[in-house]
């Protein structure tokens, strides 16, 4: 079989009638299958989809995760075609779209690209052919600009993201949505980023034209924000994107309730903060640095050329509280930045002294969780990057940390330097020895 048109529904069984009922009145649907998804589990729905449709619609209950997402999954979990095109249970699609379709995948069979079309509004004279990437009313995406039938182009070209009322993909290769998703929310610009890190497309045909029905989709299921702010938070921390603008558009009070779902949802990630202490030239370090399984994270004014035997090289994160710049050699792909609290983030590579491309700003919440932890006003770095990373729910791991011997130099890359004057050894000790005693942060041993 070639295709399988599936729809995942919620308690809209007037939105499945009109839809699959279209289909089957105006579409060539030979070598197809229609499959209907119900998360709601509705008796009505099995009923009318069994003795009405036998052999043309197949009707299956999924109601162990309710939302969007995992339906959607279960679309091309249980399809029987070589491709899946999943639709919404209340959107029509252009006449002879299907035909086109089929024609499209015959050409393109072991196409690995994620596939969408335009979409045209109640109107029937304008398209939206895309979303782009930008934030607003609580979602991520918005509408692009619309375009009469005569702009639209003639042949599949490239798009950053899309609503999900209808895309496809071969069976054999779609990626998956992430299994943790919960609710409403999360899928647009996450399932197509994934596409396009994996060596991917994502593409518009242009054919393959659908109408929406935005009003009355009576779902009636739950439409959580801490659940869909979770899924923004989850998809990004997969795929190693900022989670700071989802902080700075849905705000932190409910970006750290969602936190914490999310750290539970995540896969455990370890870390290893190398401090700038002397102690961190001692033992030669470097190989079990390097080697570290997890992220490596390094301060401020951090050396290792000449001294990768002792401190390794290898880093993923540059941890700054100032306008220091690192080794050019090793400048990491990823910043986490500590600054003034209402500093702008487009003042940020300014004050930083150096182009990046992605950086993210530890929140205001996070310093004044740790200046009370410390209860001291002026944290170092190194506090509060294990503050940062433990409310994201990584397994901390430290080396080169001194918490301030006023009797030994401060790096130990230049010895002239002494601790800041700001800055509290005592608490700095009490700090750490309640962690490091909690096991919360752990010493690394030596390979």
Same mark, same amino acid.
């Given at each position: 079989?070639?295709?399988?048109?599936?729809?995942?529904?919620?308690?809209?069984?007037?939105?499945?009638?009109?839809?699959?009922?279209?289909?089957?009145?105006?579409?060539?649907?030979?070598?197809?299958?229609?499959?209907?998804?119900?998360?709601?589990?509705?008796?009505?729905?099995?009923?009318?989809?069994?003795?009405?449709?036998?052999?043309?619609?197949?009707?299956?209950?999924?109601?162990?995760?309710?939302?969007?997402?995992?339906?959607?999954?279960?679309?091309?979990?249980?399809?029987?075609?070589?491709?899946?095109?999943?639709?919404?249970?209340?959107?029509?699609?252009?006449?002879?779209?299907?035909?086109?379709?089929?024609?499209?995948?015959?050409?393109?069979?072991?196409?690995?690209?994620?596939?969408?079309?335009?979409?045209?509004?109640?109107?029937?004279?304008?398209?939206?052919?895309?979303?782009?990437?930008?934030?607003?009313?609580?979602?991520?995406?918005?509408?692009?600009?619309?375009?009469?039938?005569?702009?639209?182009?003639?042949?599949?070209?490239?798009?950053?993201?899309?609503?999900?009322?209808?895309?496809?993909?071969?069976?054999?290769?779609?990626?998956?949505?992430?299994?943790?998703?919960?609710?409403?929310?999360?899928?647009?610009?996450?399932?197509?980023?994934?596409?396009?890190?994996?060596?991917?497309?994502?593409?518009?045909?242009?054919?393959?034209?659908?109408?929406?029905?935005?009003?009355?989709?009576?779902?009636?299921?739950?439409?959580?924000?801490?659940?869909?702010?979770?899924?923004?938070?989850?998809?990004?921390?997969?795929?190693?994107?900022?989670?700071?603008?989802?902080?700075?558009?849905?705000?932190?009070?409910?970006?750290?309730?969602?936190?914490?779902?999310?750290?539970?949802?995540?896969?455990?990630?370890?870390?290893?903060?190398?401090?700038?202490?002397?102690?961190?030239?001692?033992?030669?370090?470097?190989?079990?640095?390097?080697?570290?399984?997890?992220?490596?994270?390094?301060?401020?004014?951090?050396?290792?050329?000449?001294?990768?035997?002792?401190?390794?090289?290898?880093?993923?994160?540059?941890?700054?509280?100032?306008?220091?710049?690192?080794?050019?050699?090793?400048?990491?792909?990823?910043?986490?930045?500590?600054?003034?609290?209402?500093?702008?983030?487009?003042?940020?590579?300014?004050?930083?002294?150096?182009?990046?491309?992605?950086?993210?700003?530890?929140?205001?919440?996070?310093?004044?969780?740790?200046?009370? $932890?410390?209860?001291?006003?002026?944290?170092?770095?190194? $506090?509060?990057?294990?503050?940062?990373?433990?409310?994201?729910?990584?397994?901390?791991?430290?080396?080169?940390?001194?918490?301030?011997?006023?009797?030994?130099?401060?790096?130990?890359?230049?010895?002239?330097?002494?601790?800041?004057?700001?800055?509290?050894?005592?608490?700095?000790?009490?700090?750490?020895?309640?962690?490091?005693?909690?096991?919360?942060?752990?010493?690394?041993?030596?390979?």
């Amino acid at each position: 079989m070639k295709l399988t048109i599936g729809m995942a529904t919620y308690n809209d069984n007037f939105g499945v009638f009109m839809t699959l009922e279209a289909l089957r009145m105006y579409h060539d649907l030979s070598d197809c299958e229609i499959l209907v998804v119900d998360n709601k589990g509705d008796d009505w729905l099995y009923k009318w989809v069994t003795n009405w449709h036998g052999g043309v619609a197949r009707y299956e209950r999924y109601t162990e995760i309710g939302g969007t997402t995992q339906p959607r999954e279960q679309v091309f979990q249980l399809a029987k075609g070589a491709w899946g095109l999943c639709i919404d249970s209340h959107v029509l699609l252009a006449r002879d779209a299907i035909m086109h379709l089929k024609n499209w995948i015959t050409k393109n069979p072991m196409s690995d690209d994620l596939i969408h079309g335009p979409l045209t509004y109640d109107s029937l004279d304008v398209y939206s052919t895309h979303m782009e990437p930008v934030w607003r009313a609580n979602m991520w995406g918005i509408w692009s600009d619309v375009v009469h039938e005569e702009e639209l182009p003639k042949t599949p070209f490239e798009i950053p993201m899309h609503g999900l009322g209808i895309f496809g993909a071969r069976r054999e290769s779609w990626l998956g949505f992430n299994p943790h998703f919960r609710g409403f929310g999360g899928e647009e610009g996450y399932i197509h980023e994934k596409y396009r890190q994996a060596g991917r497309k994502v593409l518009c045909l242009p054919f393959l034209k659908w109408v929406h029905r935005f009003s009355e989709t009576g779902t009636g299921y739950s439409l959580d924000m801490v659940d869909r702010v979770t899924n923004y938070l989850i998809g990004h921390e997969e795929l190693g994107l900022d989670t700071e603008p989802i902080r700075e558009h849905f705000g932190s009070q409910l970006f750290n309730r969602a936190m914490e779902k999310a750290v539970d949802a995540l896969p455990p990630k370890k870390i290893l903060l190398v401090g700038n202490g002397p102690s961190a030239i001692q033992g030669n370090m470097g190989e079990t640095i390097d080697q570290f399984p997890g992220e490596i994270a390094r301060f401020n004014n951090y050396r290792t050329a000449g001294l990768e035997k002792q401190v390794g090289s290898r880093t993923d994160h540059w941890i700054t509280c100032s306008g220091f710049t690192p080794e050019k050699q090793h400048h990491p792909h990823r910043l986490f930045i500590n600054w003034q609290f209402d500093e702008q983030r487009t003042k940020d590579e300014e004050r930083l002294k150096t182009k990046c491309d992605r950086f993210t700003r530890v929140p205001k919440d996070t310093m004044l969780a740790t200046t009370a $932890a410390m209860n001291h006003g002026h944290p170092t770095t190194g $506090a509060i990057a294990v503050t940062h990373f433990l409310n994201r729910g990584y397994e901390i791991y430290i080396h080169g940390f001194d918490f301030l011997d006023p009797s030994k130099a401060h790096h130990y890359h230049d010895d002239k330097q002494v601790p800041g004057p700001n800055h509290s050894p005592a608490a700095e000790k009490v700090f750490f020895g309640a962690l490091l005693a909690e096991r919360k942060i752990r010493w690394i041993e030596k390979n």
